[in-house]
């Protein structure tokens, strides 16, 4: 039977499915209940809920202006290769964005270039963890304290994974992680800050009281997104989804004007399911990427990701390097289906978009690397071990 695979996704369960319906039968609230169950899990005592992890970030680094208090210090160091939506965040909270490149082996910060940075008017830095893989926080985290600046630990894509032991996104001054459409647990839309910082919070709190709810046409819509999510995201009818041009899925697009709004009640007991359950869901997802790392072969063509040994990946997805363009666009066209993309196409210093906050514009070799090469390979629980072995199949024919 013909399946065409999602990228990414966390499947929503009838159970969750039924729970979400008598929830809001009954008109319950379980906001508080996923605040609790945050702050219980990571160990801080405050958490905030927002519609989305854009809409979070661009609070937290507004909040972290306000608490340095110094015009000055304006600027946020991200990755030179990394999700749009940090830089947009940056963009919307007044704020300017520099650039550090990143180390084409492992996906994280590069050290080196980082320790050599002039950080005089640095407010914070933001560490990516894409693909669930954590970057070398703790390294991270140490020249943020030696130099005097925040660090904010974004964990959107890295609910779950680990570094030293320690849960991705409890690192520096402040955590965000997301709820959005195929991140590792879902309720289609929603985004977090967690701290432990009560200066930071009071300053938040301020931030959040002004903050609109989602409007009923809003939450209309965000119902309808439930149900066909629900529906849809299986391999035997996303083709249906995928076949709509005006979906635009998988399409990564820069945004502007990001609307800041609280999290919904409507979809908050979805989210508190996935919570509940998001070691199941890991499990999944960590068996699929561990068999990637063991079973396709690194070669003149195909190279890996060396990810630290401090780490435990809950590999949203698993990223490999294709070297030949030809071979990568080859694997892209023929095995679009198995839920096979390229990810970001362009590293942030090629963004026309950010180009009057970017305070150094130039080269960056690293990131430059990876949006050429890069691909990801899906890792949800409809990945069986068969469409393992077809995947594999596909890309040892392709760059043979």
Same mark, same amino acid.
């Given at each position: 039977?013909? #399946?065409?695979?999602?990228?990414?996704?966390?499947?929503?369960?009838?159970?969750?499915?039924?729970?979400?319906?008598?929830?809001?039968?009954?008109?319950?609230?379980?906001?508080?209940?996923?605040?609790?169950?945050?702050?219980?899990?990571?160990?801080?005592?405050?958490?905030?809920?927002?519609?989305?992890?854009?809409?979070?970030?661009?609070?937290?680094?507004?909040?972290? #202006?306000?608490?340095?208090?110094?015009?000055?210090?304006?600027?946020?160091?991200?990755?030179?290769?990394?999700?749009?939506?940090?830089?947009?965040?940056?963009?919307?909270?007044?704020?300017?964005?520099?650039?550090?490149?990143?180390?084409?082996?492992?996906?994280?910060?590069?050290?080196?270039?980082?320790?050599?940075?002039?950080?005089?008017?640095?407010?914070?830095?933001?560490?990516?963890?894409?693909?669930?893989?954590?970057?070398?926080?703790?390294?991270?985290?140490?020249?943020?304290?030696?130099?005097?600046?925040?660090?904010?630990?974004?964990?959107?894509?890295?609910?779950?994974?680990?570094?030293?032991?320690?849960?991705?996104?409890?690192?520096?001054?402040?955590?965000?992680?997301?709820?959005?459409?195929?991140?590792?647990?879902?309720?289609?839309?929603?985004?977090?800050?967690?701290?432990?910082?009560?200066?930071?919070?009071?300053?938040?709190?301020?931030?959040?009281?002004?903050?609109?709810?989602?409007?009923?046409?809003?939450?209309?819509?965000?119902?309808?997104?439930?149900?066909?999510?629900?529906?849809?995201?299986?391999?035997?009818?996303?083709?249906?989804?995928?076949?709509?041009?005006?979906?635009?899925?998988?399409?990564?697009?820069?945004?502007?004007?990001?609307?800041?709004? #609280?999290?919904?009640?409507?979809?908050?007991?979805?989210?508190?399911?996935?919570?509940?359950?998001?070691?199941?869901?890991?499990?999944?997802?960590?068996?699929?990427?561990?068999?990637?790392?063991?079973?396709?072969?690194?070669?003149?063509?195909?190279?890996?990701?060396?990810?630290?040994?401090?780490?435990?990946?809950?590999?949203?997805?698993?990223?490999?390097?294709?070297?030949?363009?030809?071979?990568?666009?080859?694997?892209?066209?023929?095995?679009?289906?198995?839920?096979?993309?390229?990810?970001?196409?362009?590293?942030?210093?090629?963004?026309?978009?950010?180009?009057?906050?970017?305070?150094?514009?130039?080269?960056?070799?690293?990131?430059?690397?990876?949006?050429?090469?890069?691909?990801?390979?899906?890792?949800?629980?409809?990945?069986?071990?068969?469409?393992?072995?077809?995947?594999?199949?596909?890309?040892?024919?392709?760059?043979?």
């Amino acid at each position: 039977m013909f #399946k065409y695979f999602p990228p990414s996704g966390s499947p929503i369960t009838t159970q969750e499915i039924l729970y979400w319906l008598a929830c809001n039968a009954f008109f319950a609230d379980k906001r508080k209940d996923i605040n609790k169950s945050l702050r219980d899990r990571f160990k801080v005592e405050h958490s905030y809920l927002f519609t989305t992890g854009r809409g979070a970030m661009t609070v937290l680094l507004r909040s972290l #202006k306000k608490l340095r208090n110094k015009a000055e210090i304006n600027e946020v160091i991200i990755p030179a290769y990394t999700c749009y939506s940090v830089a947009s965040s940056i963009q919307n909270a007044g704020l300017k964005v520099r650039l550090c490149d990143v180390d084409p082996i492992t996906l994280s910060y590069n050290l080196e270039k980082l320790q050599k940075m002039p950080f005089a008017n640095v407010l914070c830095i933001v560490s990516a963890n894409l693909y669930g893989i954590p970057n070398q926080l703790q390294e991270i985290e140490s020249i943020a304290k030696k130099n005097g600046f925040y660090m904010v630990d974004d964990a959107a894509q890295s609910f779950n994974a680990k570094y030293q032991e320690k849960e991705v996104g409890t690192f520096g001054t402040a955590g965000l992680y997301s709820f959005d459409k195929g991140k590792n647990i879902t309720s289609i839309e929603g985004g977090s800050i967690i701290t432990n910082n009560p200066e930071l919070a009071e300053i938040i709190d301020s931030y959040y009281s002004k903050i609109p709810s989602n409007s009923v046409k809003d939450n209309l819509l965000t119902a309808i997104k439930v149900i066909i999510y629900y529906l849809f995201l299986n391999p035997l009818l996303y083709w249906i989804p995928a076949s709509l041009p005006f979906l635009n899925l998988g399409k990564t697009r820069y945004e502007e004007n990001i609307q800041i709004k #609280k999290y919904s009640r409507l979809v908050a007991p979805i989210a508190l399911m996935q919570i509940k359950r998001s070691n199941q869901i890991a499990e999944k997802r960590i068996a699929n990427g561990l068999w990637y790392k063991s079973n396709i072969e690194e070669k003149k063509t195909i190279s890996k990701i060396n990810e630290s040994d401090q780490g435990k990946p809950v590999y949203l997805r698993y990223p490999i390097k294709v070297k030949q363009r030809e071979k990568r666009e080859a694997i892209l066209n023929h095995a679009k289906r198995y839920g096979i993309t390229k990810s970001y196409p362009k590293s942030l210093n090629q963004l026309k978009e950010i180009e009057e906050v970017l305070v150094n514009p130039g080269e960056f070799e690293g990131a430059e690397q990876i949006s050429a090469q890069l691909i990801t390979l899906p890792t949800h629980t409809f990945i069986n071990n068969n469409d393992r072995e077809n995947i594999k199949n596909i890309i040892d024919e392709m760059t043979a």
